[in-house]
Nanobody
Framework: QVQLVESGGGLVQAGGSLRLSCVASGSILSSFAMGWYRQAPGAQRELVAGISRGRITKYPDSVNGRFTISRDNAKNTLYLQMNSLKPEDTAVYYC??????????????WGQGTQVTVSS
């Protein structure tokens, strides 16, 4: 059974930084593309960072240059480094595993989420 467990969320002031971690069970981290999504209250869940099996990354304009996704296959851990945080980054952040080697489509597996709150 695949498990994705996030950690690292919390409360931070605008302009600050946080690093989220996602520990994955089994070999899923090294086998498939992975991503970080977020969902703010009343909003749709959106992809904020993706990394392919070949470590090609993608970001939406809203976080490009501020967020960095990375993976450590030896530790079965996915990371999201978030810098220059803004109040609009406040959301529940989810780790996700795709069903392919590239980022795209609907992820197959999800973590339980971790809250990130950015105060102004």
């Amino acid at each position: 059974q695949v498990q994705l467990v996030e950690s690292g969320g919390g409360l931070v002031q605008a302009g600050g930084s946080l690093r989220l971690s996602c520990v994955a069970s089994g070999s899923i981290l090294s086998s498939f593309a992975m991503g970080w999504y977020r969902q703010a209250p009343g909003a749709q869940r959106e992809l904020v960072a993706g990394i392919s099996r070949g470590r090609i990354t993608k970001y939406p304009d809203s976080v490009n240059g501020r967020f960095t996704i990375s993976r450590d296959n030896a530790k079965n851990t996915l990371y999201l480094q978030m810098n220059s945080l803004k109040p609009e980054d406040t959301a529940v952040y989810y780790c996700a595993a795709f069903q392919s080697w590239i980022v795209g489509g609907t992820p197959r597996f999800w973590g339980q989420g971790t809250q990130v709150t950015v105060s102004s």
